[in-house]
DNA sequence: AATGTAATGTTATAATATAACATTTATGGA
DNA sequence: TCCATAAATGTTATATTATAACATTACATT
């Protein structure tokens, strides 16, 4: 059995996001009611808005969007709501762009691996086992503990490169 | 044979600093000489600066260090010099850290593999096939193509685990 | 209702990075 | 050598990303 996980693969040009966003909303409820959390109104938002699409989401994008709503709306306001998803593993920041992604495997924490197109923007996110057991066993050799990683992969994803000039 | 590279391990407590500094310094004059390329004063001062340990250093550090030699620096002073140093490869910026790490491998441009100490905050730098080759299988089956890859392992390195409490 | 804790509101500011334009310095050709 | 050009630096302002600190409100339990 292969363990490997494709977490969220690149999505074709149209799909149903809709339907998307609320799974990984009711995800997110039924994470919290498990762990006994509260997905408050504005936490809810957070990642209602990080989940427009699959693109990385700035915080202070969020923050404008936030505005349009409710009126009291500050940076603590974003930030505290996207550590609290972050802690959770509802949402991952993608280092190398200052951006957050939506993640619908709260199940477990893990480590993921971000691929990132350059020229569209969507993420896909992996978490795959050949490549922990490989940097795993490349920092065993230097008596390395890992504790975490980031794996953030740029390029071109398929679509655009085949539909590309 | 094993192309793997360690770039820069850990270094153990105490090592020659002095010469490691110079090395680098002497490896980047000559890089710049081959490549036609002018190794200016601030870019060589940002180069030390960036250089003083193995550990990530940030803009405004440098920025500091660089005015109390000279007056007239400011952000752009160093961020100028910064991106020079990183398109020639003489430094790589963590992204996880908004900091800067030199590299003395300036020949060939690569992708590195970065392993960082959470307690003592010394970086290892590796440029691995393995690692390479595995993502870049990986991003094979779903059509993707490597522009760029930012590989950061935060953990605990062995001087610190073995030292520690 | 009283209490303690978690969440949010609010203001200010820290930390990181770039834009835009002026000036100076190097470089190669007339 | 001198000029024209490009490259590098100076300078001021501002954009972007994130946190500190403290006040207030909402919630959960007794």
């Not at 505290?80 to 593993?89: S, V």
């Not at 939506?102 to 924490?109: A, Q, T, V, W, Y």
């Not at 480590?111 to 940097?135: H, K, M, P, T, Y």
Request: proline share 4%.
């Amino acid at each position: 059995m292969n363990k490997n996980k494709v977490i969220s693969p690149f999505k074709p040009a149209s799909h149903q996001h809709q339907k998307c966003l609320k799974s990984a909303i009711d995800a997110a409820k039924k994470h919290c009611e498990l762990s006994g959390l509260r997905l408050t109104p504005i936490r809810q938002r957070v990642l209602e808005l990080v989940w427009q699409n699959h693109e990385p989401v700035k915080a202070y994008d969020i923050l404008d969007n936030l505005k349009k709503g409710k009126s009291s709306s500050a940076p603590p306001t974003v930030y505290r709501a996207l550590d609290f998803l972050q802690d959770e593993g509802l949402v991952h920041k993608i280092e190398s762009l200052n951006a957050y992604v939506g993640c619908n495997n709260p199940k477990e924490l893990h480590n993921s691996q971000f691929f990132i197109c350059d020229d569209c923007g969507a993420v896909a996110e992996l978490d795959d086992v050949d490549i922990r057991e490989l940097l795993q066993k490349k920092a065993h050799r230097f008596g390395f503990r890992i504790a975490d990683e980031m794996v953030e992969i740029k390029g071109q994803c398929k679509e655009c490169h085949e539909s590309g000039v």
